[in-house]
């Protein structure tokens, strides 16, 4: 989606080493949503922020996954001791002024 | 929990309008109906949204009942691009709470 840049594009990594990724919303737009999606499934809500905090992170699957933001702006997902039902496409979206989703590409993930 | 059902897949002849059917039964006053589409390997992507009045942009339109217990999202002239999964979604116009989204209704626009 237009404005919101999620990298890396693709990420294969090993069992057990942690990855990083990261969200560069549209600057001014406070509401950030992080998705996952893994193959042939939908989405999978994972946390969401207003600002620099997170009132909902009831999504994150386990105690090795965090997020954060900073500046209101850039987001990053880490992903502790990853494993292999960890591999999914993580999607980053902003909330616009309308209410609406804007949706970045993606990061894909593959935990061999 | 997606509060809303949609047919799993559906078919529809190019040229064609592909009328995508949502069920939300236990709506509230409050919730609007929301269309998002997910074309292969890309991010979901805003259609339109409504919340009891008829709406139409220039992506589609879409038509909500009168007991707004169901709704109906039309592509008029679908193309091949229109090849998507399309999720109807439910919820507060309410910067606090989530977008959840269900399974969707995968359309397939034929030639």
Not at chain 1, 22 to 39: E, F, K, V
Not at chain 1, 47 to 68: C, H, M, T, V, W
Not at chain 1, 92 to 107: D, E, P
Request: some cysteine; hydrophobic content about 30%; proline content about 5%.
């Amino acid at each position: 989606g237009a404005g919101v840049s999620q990298s890396p594009s693709n990420k294969v990594t090993e069992k057990g080493k942690d990855v990083e990724l990261r969200c560069d919303p549209i600057s001014g737009h406070t509401a950030l949503y992080w998705y996952r999606q893994s193959l042939g499934q939908g989405l999978e809500f994972l946390i969401y922020f207003q600002g620099n905090s997170a009132p909902d992170k009831s999504g994150l699957p386990s105690d090795r996954f965090s997020a954060e933001r900073t500046g209101g702006s850039v987001s990053t997902l880490t992903i502790q001791r990853t494993q292999q039902e960890d591999s999914a496409v993580y999607l980053c979206a902003q909330r616009s002024g309308a209410n609406v989703l804007t949706f970045g590409a993606g990061s894909r993930l593959t935990v061999l | 929990d997606a509060k809303t059902t949609q047919p799993p897949s559906m078919d529809c002849a190019e040229g064609r309008a592909a009328n995508l059917p949502c069920n939300h039964s236990t709506i509230s006053g409050n919730e609007y109906v929301y269309w998002y589409r997910q074309i292969h390997s890309q991010g979901p992507q805003y259609i339109i949204h409504g919340l009891k009045n008829n709406e139409t942009n220039e992506m589609a339109s879409l038509i909500i009942t009168e007991d707004r217990k169901s709704s109906t999202l039309i592509l008029p002239h679908a193309t091949l691009r229109d090849t998507a999964v399309y999720y109807c979604i439910v919820r507060v116009d309410n910067y606090g709470q989530n977008f959840v989204f269900g399974p969707g209704t995968r359309l397939s626009v034929l030639p």
